[in-house]
């Protein structure tokens, strides 16, 4: 955890430096892209870790690492007693996100989480997160390269350039955002989500069927 140089963060209404640094990084769900599993734990212990470490009744840590495995589509009674290795990837991936909602984080954190994996894998964890983000209301922050994937799950997209925040906008202004990175990521677009806009957009305000045009 680094500290701001200027300016604040904030979460749930707190100013983030006036927290305990421990406490905070427990209240804030964290997946990334290798999946950071324990690989000598199992994978019910692995979704357990942070409330073992806030002091939860053993019962409870297993109660709740076998509701939240069943939630992101792994039968508890099958894997939740075999080891990380034992998993494939996208299976792996899926415990590090019900790890990530274990503790009930204040905010979830996804660095790159799916980059790893194979297209038809990636599309359901994609589709997946929108579904837990919307059952369990949470904020969160997705880091991805890959403005496909900002545009599909993102509901606010923010543009990073060397440390600078140059463009935020919601999936739908950001094909209008005229900054030179944001403007870099959308000549990347394949040409059929330009396409799908167009043919979304009614005629009266397409400026293709304009009269003036």
């Not at 509901?155 to 999936?171: K, M, Y």
Request: glycine share 6%; aromatic share 6%; net charge neutral.
């Amino acid at each position: 955890m680094l500290a701001p140089t200027s300016g604040s963060v904030w979460i749930a209404g707190q100013d983030t430096k006036t927290l305990d640094p421990i406490q905070l990084r427990r209240c804030i769900g964290y997946v990334i892209q290798e999946f950071g599993l324990l690989p000598h734990w199992t994978i019910e212990q692995n979704v357990a870790l942070v409330p073992r470490l806030l002091g939860w009744p053993a019962d409870k840590q297993r109660s709740r690492a076998r509701e939240l495995l069943e939630q992101v589509g792994l039968k508890s009674d099958a894997l939740g007693s075999r080891l990380p290795h034992q998993l494939s990837g996208g299976q792996r991936q899926r415990v590090a996100v019900a790890r990530a909602l274990a503790a009930e984080p204040l905010l979830l954190l996804f660095d790159e989480p799916f980059g790893a994996l194979d297209p038809v894998t990636r599309h359901e964890m994609q589709q997946q997160f929108i579904q837990l983000r919307n059952r369990y209301n949470l904020a969160s922050v997705f880091v991805t390269h890959d403005l496909v994937e900002a545009l599909s799950i993102a509901t606010r997209i923010a543009v990073l350039d060397r440390g600078n925040l140059e463009a935020v906008a919601t999936p739908d202004e950001f094909f209008d955002v005229t900054t030179p990175v944001a403007r870099a990521f959308l000549d990347t677009l394949p040409l059929d989500i330009w396409e799908r806009r167009r043919t979304s957009i009614p005629p009266a305000l397409d400026p293709e069927h304009r009269a003036d045009r």
